[in-house]
């Protein structure tokens, strides 16, 4: 018969998957409780950043449908449940791993694909999500403005012919 406390971890790890949209499984060995706390902080209200048991995280994963992490979770593990874009949270674990060597990105989850920590590291790089929607409409802006300038220059064209053979002709 299961333990009711690991049952119950279980359960609560498996509810942290389905709720969140990405999570980056961290190594913590040799940070002290205020780091966590200020880690925790620095990811934002939206991410949950929780110690977990290996084997346990394991089977809450298959549970939860995410069948990546087999056999790859080992050491002292910590794992960011991320809600929304996972741009923000990933710049922040990389922000405090550079500042806090104690803290190592090992890998990630994101769209029903194990991420390696060179793809938390390029997903950390990216701009965020309204940057990046920011500089797509000043592009579409700025080419609707060259296409409005390429549509008026013929009648702009016109209109200045047509000027100029009426002040030609009343010169005349």
């Known amino acids: ?46 991410t949950t950043y929780a110690v977990v048991k290996n084997t346990l995280t394991e089977i809450a994963a298959r549970e939860a449908g995410i069948d990546v992490f087999d056999g790859t979770l080992s050491g002292p593990t910590a794992i960011a449940f991320i809600k929304g874009e996972p741009v923000e949270p990933a710049k922040a674990l990389r922000d405090f791993a550079k500042t806090h ?28 999500r309204e940057v990046l929607l920011a500089k797509a409409a000043g592009a579409m802006k700025a080419s ?16 200045r012919t047509v000027d100029a053979l009426r002040a030609k002709q009343e010169a005349a």
Do not use: C, H, W
Not at 22 to 42: F, H, N, Q
Not at 102 to 123: I, M, N, P, R, T
Not at 144 to 159: I, R
């Open 1 to 46: 018969m299961a333990n009711p406390e690991k049952v119950e971890a279980v359960a609560e790890i498996v509810d942290l998957f389905r709720a969140s949209d990405a999570a980056v499984i961290t190594e913590y060995r040799g940070l002290s409780v205020g780091e966590l706390k200020e880690l925790r902080r620095s990811l934002g209200s939206e």
């Open 101 to 128: 060597e104690s803290l190592v990105v090992k890998s990630g989850y994101f769209e029903g694909k194990l991420l390696s920590q060179e793809d938390v590291q390029k997903l950390a790089d990216l701009e965020s």
């Open 144 to 159: 609707m403005s060259k296409a409005a300038a390429v549509f008026a220059a013929p009648l702009s064209k016109t209109a």
